[in-house]
């Protein structure tokens, strides 16, 4: 089962709005996520990483005043995308790094969340 | 970070062995070579993680040689499900709690037909 839960997994907004994306870590305690940016038939492009209790520190290009990064709690990291503009359409992709599951320590991705701005 | 190269695509059918080669010249001492697979429209899925010789799991292999300056993912067997973006990358350790965030390459477009 996903380790890693995003929410909501579309959305469509109108020009102007803001929207939330909500990353949550399951059954363990993430204390860095990582936000990504994908286009259709590209790769994916880390915007951000979210550190609990801290300031996110963005990639270059990225802005931070446009693209909010919250991660209050060790489970939770949340992207809101403010005055959303048409190009801003595109999946949005969130990751951890699991601790101590069965699995392994390694990261493990959400399942994406589409952002439609009309 | 240390970069990586694929094809950018591959073609097999169903039922047949598939080697995926990933050149990383420049991987560091402390960098584990890792596989995901992505599907339209979902976040990558992690296949397999190795940092030396050879990996084995329910789903694939990963061959490392011993400079490490590339790796294959082996995936026996595959079927029309398959069909998906496999990514190589190379990072930190995955005891590294905070660690530095994966970097994506343009990934091998796998296509399996029947």
């Known amino acids: 089962g996903a380790v890693v839960s995003q929410h909501p997994s579309r959305v469509i907004c109108k020009s102007g709005t803001s929207v939330k994306i909500e990353c949550r870590s399951l059954d363990f305690q993430a204390t860095t996520m990582f936000w990504y940016r994908q286009f259709p038939k590209q790769s994916l492009m880390l915007m951000a990483t979210?550190?609990?209790?801290?300031?996110?520190?963005?990639e270059q290009g990225v802005e931070k005043d446009k693209f909010l990064i919250n991660h209050a709690s060790l489970t939770l990291s949340t992207l809101t995308v403010t005055s959303a503009h048409p190009e801003d359409s595109s999946f949005y992709i969130c990751?951890?790094?699991?601790?101590?599951?069965?699995?392994?320590?390694?990261?493990?991705f959400g399942e994406g969340s589409w952002l439609t701005v009309v | 970070l240390a970069k990586t190269t694929q094809p950018i695509s591959m073609d097999s059918y169903e039922g047949q062995e598939v080697n995926i080669t990933c050149s990383h010249n420049n991987i560091a001492t402390n960098d584990y070579i890792t596989w995901y697979q992505q599907f339209p429209s979902q976040g990558p899925r992690f296949i397999i993680q190795g940092y030396k010789t050879k990996v084995t799991n329910e789903v694939a292999s990963l061959f490392i040689p011993a400079d490490r300056k590339s790796s294959t993912l082996s995936l026996p067997r595959v079927s029309l499900s398959d069909t998906a973006v496999y990514y190589c990358?190379?990072?930190?350790?995955?005891?590294?709690?905070?660690?530095?965030?994966?970097?994506f390459g343009k990934g091998t477009t796998l296509s399996v037909s029947s």
């Open positions: 990358l190379v990072g930190d350790s995955p005891t590294n709690q905070a660690g530095t965030a994966l970097i």
């Open positions: 979210s550190n609990e209790g801290s300031k996110a520190t963005y």
């Open positions: 990751s951890a790094r699991g601790q101590g599951l069965s699995s392994g320590n390694t990261i493990y």
